[in-house]
């Protein structure tokens, strides 16, 4: 139960990233088929974030320390960008455009997954 919640989480994450940063778009000619895509793309997004980024953290670990934490945010731009690359290659409508996008993105999707866990009890 927890992991669709985290899911539906993320996917909202991803439409509120959508909506506020121009270079990140999903397309569909409906709204289910849109949010469909988010859920897809969230599912992606909380693969390559389970997979990847302990790697990447483990490799980066003196980047992290020697730029106190904010190599964390280039490092999610571009498992955002990942996720965008995963998302077309499997034929979903969704697109990050360009690094700077995906860094937007990123914190926007941080941000807004972060507050909606806190609103979101898991009892």
């Known amino acids: 139960m927890r992991i669709l919640l985290k ?4 996917a909202v994450a991803l439409w509120v990233a959508t909506a506020l940063i121009a270079g990140i778009e999903v397309t569909g000619d409906t709204t289910g088929r849109r949010a469909l895509t988010l859920v897809g793309v969230a599912v992606i997004f909380g693969l390559v974030n ?3 980024k302990p790697i990447v ?3 980066g670990c003196a980047l992290y320390v020697l730029t106190l934490g ?11 960008m990942l996720t965008g690359w995963f998302a ?4 979903l ?3 990050v455009d360009g690094f700077w ?3 937007a993105g990123a914190i926007v999707v941080g941000v807004v997954g972060w507050v909606l866990d806190l609103l979101v009890k898991d009892d």
Do not use: C, R, S, Y
């Open 50 to 52: 389970a997979v990847i």
């Open 57 to 59: 953290k483990t490799l």
């Open 7 to 10: 899911v539906g989480i993320t």
């Open 70 to 80: 904010l190599f964390g945010l280039v490092v999610n731009a571009l498992l955002l």
């Open 93 to 95: 409508p969704f697109a």
């Open 88 to 91: 077309g290659e499997l034929d």
């Open 101 to 103: 996008a995906a860094f």
